[in-house]
């Protein structure tokens, strides 16, 4: 069955090591940058895999992927300054209701 909606996710996987730096930062600064909904970075689990990153919405040209993809790294720096995101590339997920 096709689903009838079909949203897109551009998420940065988090490791171990980067989930213990974000557990160690105040809450105040982590819910500010991660949140369930917004404009900011949302946090999903994919086969028991966690993701930090943000819906595509209706984006179809690949300028403004690649502008979302600028902004989510400039997102994830501000929560854990100094981490090495960019050795590790964002992953594409189709999400369906």
Known sequence: MIPEKVDLFLGY??????????DSIPA???DLYIQSTGEYLTEIQIDN?????????????????TLLEENIYTLLE????????TE????LFPITD
Do not use: M, W
Request: glycine residues 4%; neutral net charge.
């Open 49 to 65: 895999h966690r993701y930090l990153g943000k819906s595509c919405g209706n984006l179809s040209e690949l300028e403004n992927l």
């Open 78 to 85: 501000k929560v854990v300054p100094d981490f090495p995101y």
């Open 13 to 22: 996987p988090v490791s171990q090591e980067l989930a213990a730096l974000i």
């Open 88 to 91: 590790t590339p964002l992953t």
């Open 28 to 30: 105040d600064r982590r």
